[in-house]
Structures are given as C-alpha cells and as structure tokens.
C-alpha cells in the first residue's frame, strides 16, 4: 500500500472541550499525526483521554479548536463526508466485552461495517464472498476460523480484542484509535495484542492514537510519546527521548514508578 | 442431563396439548355447556358427566374446556395488547430521551404507584361488568412495567461500545435497533410475560369471581368458582375443579416463563 | 514465625481440577506474591483461604493453617469472626466492596462493630485515624462510594482492612483495575501499613510489575499449580521454570522498544 509519506493525517488544534459549565475536560490540545506514524498519549484516568477520543470521533462536540482529519475539518462534515470521514478513522476500546454484541456470532459483529456498506446478499455467492471475507480478517489477526460461529462468551479477552482489532481495521482506515487496547487483559495477553498491533501498523502502513495508562506499553508502541495530566498535554517528545533531562516533572514521576 | 431432557419434553407436550385444547375446545365438549338441565343438577362424577354437573345441571367438563378460551385465551390476548401498547413506548422512550421519555415514564409512574390489583378493580368497575371492559382495565396496568424493562435495557444497551461502533460505521437507527437492541429486548420481555401470564389469569378469573369479568351465563374458571361456592358443602367437585385447572395453567405459564429465562441467560452470560 | 501454611492444597468442581498440590507459606511481615495468568486458579487459592469458595467448587484434600488452627475444618462462625480482624482481605473490584447507599464511614464503623466492643467515640477515632493512615482527608467518612474516585476507594478498602492490625492481609489484583501512577501510591500505602503491622501480605496478581519493589518470594502459578516460587531476586534475575522466563519477556522495556514482546499466544492455538 502505497501512501504519501510526511503528510499530516490528523492534525489537532487547541481543542478544548468543557462539561457543565466548569468542569474542563480538554483545555488547548494540540498535536499532529503523521501517516504511518503511531503517536502515544498517556495519562491517568479522569485526565481526559477518553474525552478526546470521543471527540475525535465525533461522538461529542468541541467547544472551539479545529480538527482537521485527511485535510477536511471534521466539524463542518455532514451526512455522506461525515461517513466516509469515521469509516476511515477506526476505534479499539478498552473493555473487549462491550465492544461485541453478546447475543451476535463473531462473524456478524465482525462483517457488521461491511454488511452496512454492502447491503446484504441472500444470494450464495454472496454470502461466500462475504465468509471469504470474513477468515481474511481473523488470519490477519491471528485467530481460528473456527471463531467465526462462536458466541462472544466463548472466547477468552484477548480473542475478543483480536476480533475488535479485525473489525476496525475491515474498512482498511487510515487511523485507528486505540483507546486502552490491553488494560483489561493479562500481561501475557497484552503483549501478544502489543505485537499484533505492531505488525499490522508495518504490514498495512495504518497510523495510531495509542492510549494507555501504562507508560512500558505506549513506549513500546509509539514514535512519539505525549503526556496529559488534567485535561491538558503537558509533555510531548519523541519515544527515544523518554530519558532526555528536559522532561517534565510529571513525565519524570511516571518514569519513577517503572523503573522502581 | 437426561433428567432435564425428559422434563423438558413434557413440558413442551403440555403446552401442545393445553393449545390443542384451546382450540379445539367447541368441538370436543360432550355436552352444550350452556344447556340447563334442572333434574340432573349437582351431580357427582359419573360416566355420563365425567366431572358432573353444576347447579344449573350443566356439564362441568364442558364448561371447563369452554372456559379455558376465556379464562386462557383472554388472557394471551391482553399480554399481547400489553406487548404491542409497552414495547414501543419503551423502545421510544430509551432511544429519544429527554421530554418524551420523562412524559412516559411519569405516566407509569402514576400507575405503579397502585397495586395493579386496585387499579383494575377500579377501572373495570368504572367501565362496568363485562369481557370487554376487563380486558381493558388490566391491559391499562399491565403495560407499565413492560414500558419500563424494555426501557432500561435500551438504556443500558445503549451505552455499550458495539452500539457506538455500528453507529460510527454508518449504522442506520434502523439497523441499531433491529441488530442489537431488539434480540436483548425481545429474551426479557418474553421470560416476563410468559411468567406474567399467569399472574393474569388468575387476575381474570378474581375479577370474574368477584363478578366483573364474564357475565352468566358464559363459563369462566373464576365465574365458576363463584357459581360453585354455595354449594361447596354438598358438591365440592365444583370449586376443586376450576380451581385444579386455574392452578395448573398457572404452574405451567411459569415453568414456560423458567426455562425461557434459562434459555436466554446462557447467551448473555459471561 | 510462619502466619499461614498452605500444604499440598488441591481445589476441584465435580469433574474438575482447578487447584493441584498447592503448598506455600507466608510468614508474619513477609509479602509474599502469587503470580499466574487469569485462570491459573490463583484467585481460588485465595478465596479457599477464608473459607470463601462457593458452589460446586471445593477442597479435595491438603490443608490450610493459620497459627495453629486449621481453617479448613474450622466451623463458619469461628471463622467469620476471624475473617477482617486478624486475616482481611483486598479485592479488585473495589466499586462491588461497598455498599453504594452507605456512607463510606458507617461501612468502616460496621467492620468495628463487628470485631470490637469498643464505644461510638472510640470507633470513630480509629476509622479516622485509618483514613488518614492512607491519606485520606476526613470527610471521606461522610462521602458514598460513588462521589470517590477508583484510587481514593481501594484506599478506604485499605485502610478498612489494616485499621485491627491483621497478623494475614490477601490482597487479591488489588491494583489491576488502577492506573499505574494511582495504582504505584496503593502499593506503597499498602506496603507501608503492612510494615508498620508488621503483617503478612499474600499479594495475588498477574503483573509482575506490581510486586517488584516490595515482594520478598514470589510463587508463579500455571493451570493450577505452583511451577516456580523462589525469592524476589531469583525470580527476576535467575528464572528457571520456561513459563516464568516468558512472563519476564511479556513485560515491554523502557530503554527498548523495537524488539517484538514475547507473548504467550496459548490462548491463540485452542
């Protein structure tokens, strides 16, 4: 896949987003993307994280700030743009349970952008095509395809978040957000779901947002490492700067608590 | 596992077999259930009337069958009024929110603030004696908790994540509520009301004991129990035997109503 | 001293093995950290400890000491009485460990009750002193669960816990469900009491991150059994068992990020 290299894919500019009056959950946030490139964000919970997913997703409405996504503006995006623009920008979540429909067989959570896009054949050939599909996927994850008929509870949690990766990434986007991928699993799992993201993001050329609270797993996954604390990015760098002395205190204070 | 294999076999044949009944009802009662026959009344079990008779001398067998359509059948009609009256009420009331979902909800509100009971021995008394007005008066206090359960599981359904990518994939509100809100909707509103039914046939036939449901001289099982109490002394057959059949109906409503919540538990367990 | 003996301990369902020839001690101001992956019946282990296994799951055979008395055989209401006071206990989820319309401080002031005979005044400078023992501020003791964030909660479970100086403390995931710098201060506030009661800890988790800095032995834990246990510094440093060295490599390094993780892709090839 071919992409254009040093362009910004997203850009964001002094986002800022405030609940009920006082409360400010985003103040001035402003960072870039590049294609190709995984950007890690690290915070603790309540410091806002998921807020901005939410309104990267467009699922709520900033305040002020621009975003600009593919070179569009994302809030002035309506109707069929709007769809294009979200079928291109995919979203992990942390909790792989409630990412998957329990009463629905992995196959149809799984082919569920595609059923949307494609309005569902009753034909054979159709349906053929769409299992063909269907295995695609789960290779790319690494999982059986014998999955394809289970029921959500019959898998364990890093099955679950390799079949919302393999969702996610049906609609070949350009960007996923990954919003705690890994913090509801095992260590063990973790790092076989840290691997897998990885060696997609070199085989397809996909960018990232990764989220986490864990600063070992963002370093690990991320060329360039930004730190928030209570609504506002107060440290950004590149991932092999992460020990350089102009750290901030609170970057610093993390470090602490890995090294150990 | 053979042990519920077997259990659930009979009860799927008894469901057959009391459906069968239900309708089959006029065509299989020996005698006409309405036909008074002064000389032969009161009685006891015999070949002739395999229950007896009662003290109009008419076949209680034949006005159990008959009465089944009443008292059984009724009562599938108002759970499905209630069904079609609360499922979109609650679907709506979940999905929109705000003004529409707060009007709704302080409407059953105002209901449940009552025993359904009172209610319906108000409304029906209101509305005066009669089928009809029965139906309506406990469809009116039934539909409430319905409007509820499917509400807060569109609520809670709602805010899951899968909700939130199907949207973000283009999902219609059409699509969202037929893939993945309705299957969570429909397991719990027919465990309840299959648990429910029985709840209302025996508000049926209170209602009718009491002499606001069916009117004489059509047969009901709780009409019948009232019929048959001044002679409960010398012909007791007449109230055990509604009674048996009212509580046997009861009982399998709420075994249907078990296995039903087990069957849909196991897909939403863990 | 040793507080608690586990020996040769086997857990089973019906026709299941969970728990196989488990045997691991704990001594009084010893941490000591059990390891595995969820499912490796770590937390059965625990729970068997205070009697708290349920159902159709039991013990098999081996036994539980603790001092001089045998848990295993001693009767519920004995034990109930030890349980909170001199063995308590630290669960994940903190949100289900309290009761969300009581204030947080008539919870505290319940466990006082419960294990002591001690005035209203006396109980409630305990429970404040405990707070504060966690840094907490004291109008804690007037909020409810849901107005505490996540770390302030397994604080006051904490301090709960820690405030009758308990001679054996299970913390079972205690800072899984925390974010690391929330979960960082836990750890040092737990370490730190426990020190000061000079109480033994049996710290269950599935991060070997988590016990790094405090654990004296740790014990790794794989499908049921016990496959390594060793001190703090063997482990880490000198690993024997395959399965512990790929728990070490699980873990990302900070000073290295473009080798690949080894994972343990079990739960791939089934």
Redesign the interface.
């Known amino acids: 896949m071919v992409r254009r290299q040093d362009a910004n894919l997203l850009t964001v500019k002094h986002v800022t987003k405030t609940y009920h009056s006082d409360l400010r959950a985003l103040e001035d946030i402003c960072f870039s993307i590049k294609l190709g490139e995984c950007v890690g964000l690290i915070g603790e919970s309540g410091s806002g994280k998921s807020t901005l997913v939410r309104c990267l997703l467009q699922v709520e409405q900033i305040d002020c700030g621009e975003v600009l996504f593919q070179s569009h503006s994302l809030h002035n995006l309506k109707g069929k743009r709007l769809r294009t623009a979200r079928r291109n920008m995919q979203a992990v979540f942390q909790h792989p349970d409630a990412s998957l429909n329990p009463r629905m067989k992995v196959i149809d959570s799984l082919m569920e952008p595609y059923d949307i896009e494609e309005s569902i054949t009753f034909s054979r050939s159709g349906k053929m095509k769409r299992r063909k599909r269907a295995i695609e996927l789960l290779e790319m994850v690494n999982l059986p395809t014998k999955v394809l008929d289970s029921y959500p509870h019959e898998l364990s949690g890093g099955m679950k978040q390799r079949v919302n990766i393999a969702r996610a990434i049906s609609t070949n986007p350009a960007l996923l957000l990954l919003d705690e991928p890994t913090a509801s699993l095992d260590v063990s799992v973790q790092a076989s779901i840290l691997n897998l993201l990885k060696d997609l993001q070199e085989e397809c050329g996909f960018s990232y947002l990764f989220i986490s609270h864990d600063l070992s797993a963002v370093n690990f996954m991320s060329d360039s490492v930004m730190v928030m604390k209570e609504g506002e990015i107060v440290d950004a760098f590149e991932a092999s700067n992460l020990f350089g002395p102009d750290r901030d205190a609170y970057t610093k204070e993390l470090l602490e608590v890995y090294e150990m | 596992m053979k042990g519920i294999g077997t259990g659930r076999l009979l009860l799927v044949l008894t469901v057959i077999v009391l459906v069968a009944l239900l309708f089959l009802a006029p065509y299989i009662t020996p005698h006409d259930p309405l036909e008074a026959d002064p000389g032969n009344r009161l009685q006891p079990m015999n070949g002739e009337h395999l229950l007896g008779t009662d003290h109009l001398g008419r076949d209680l067998l034949s006005r159990i069958l008959e009465g089944a359509q009443a008292t059984v059948g009724i009562s599938t009609l108002i759970m499905l009024i209630v069904l079609v009256i609360g499922i979109p009420i609650g679907i709506l009331s979940g999905l929109l929110g705000g003004i529409i979902d707060r009007i709704f909800m302080r409407i059953t509100d105002a209901f449940m603030a009552f025993p359904d009971f009172i209610v319906a021995i108000v409304l029906s008394g209101l509305l005066g004696p009669g089928m009809m007005n029965l139906m309506i008066a406990i469809a009116t206090v039934k539909w409430t908790s319905y409007a509820r359960l499917v509400r807060s599981t569109v609520i809670s359904e709602k805010q ?3 909700i ?3 949207e ?4 219609s509100t059409l ?1 969202v509520m037929s ?2 809100i309705w ?2 909707i429909i ?1 719990h509103v027919l465990v309840l009301s299959t648990l429910d039914i029985g709840k209302v046939i025996l508000m049926i036939a209170s209602l009718s004991y009491i002499g606001l449901g069916a009117q004489p001289p059509a047969p009901e099982w709780g009409a019948m129990l009232n019929d048959g109490r001044a002679y409960f002394h010398l012909a007791p057959h007449l109230m055990v035997v509604p009674g048996l059949a009212i509580v046997f109906v009861v009982l399998v409503s709420n075994l249907v109503g078990d296995r039903m919540r087990d069957y849909y538990d196991v ?4 | 001293m040793i507080m608690l003996k586990i020996s040769e301990l086997t857990i089973a369902t019906t026709n299941e093995t969970l728990v196989k020839d488990v045997t691991l001690s704990v001594a009084s101001g010893e941490w000591v950290a059990l390891v595995g992956e969820s499912g490796s019946g770590k937390s059965l282990t625990a729970l068997t400890i205070g009697g708290l296994l349920s159902g159709q799951v039991k013990v098999e055979s081996g036994s539980i000491t603790f001092g001089d008395r045998d848990l295993i055989s001693m009767k519920r209401k004995e034990l109930s009485r030890l349980l909170g006071k001199e063995i308590s206990y630290v669960f994940q989820d903190y949100n289900s460990a309290f009761t969300p319309f009581l204030s947080v401080g008539k919870q505290i002031d319940e466990v006082l009750r419960t294990h002591t005979k001690w005035s209203r005044h006396e109980r409630l400078g305990i429970a404040l002193n405990a707070l504060k023992d966690v840094k907490l501020q004291e109008s804690v003791y007037r909020s409810y669960p849901c107005q505490l964030s996540g770390g302030q909660l397994q604080r006051v479970a904490i301090a709960t816990s820690m405030m009758l100086s308990p001679s054996l403390l299970i913390a079972d995931e205690p800072t899984t469900a925390l974010d690391s710098i929330t979960a960082h201060h836990v750890l040092e506030l737990l370490s730190k009491l426990a020190n000061e009661a000079n109480c033994g800890v049996l710290f269950i988790t599935h991060d070997l991150r988590h016990v790094k800095k405090y654990a004296t032995r740790i014990a790794v834990m794989k499908d049921g059994q016990i496959v390594e246990t060793g001190t703090k510094e063997k482990i880490f440093t000198n690993p024997q068992h395959p399965y512990t060295k790929s728990l070490l490599k699980a873990i990302p390094k900070l000073n290295d990020h473009r080798t690949r993780l080894i994972g343990l892709e079990k739960e791939v090839s089934w």
């Open positions: 899951k994540n899968y939130l990518v199907a973000l994939n283009g999902a699509r893939k993945h299957p969570h397991g897909r939403s367990g863990e």
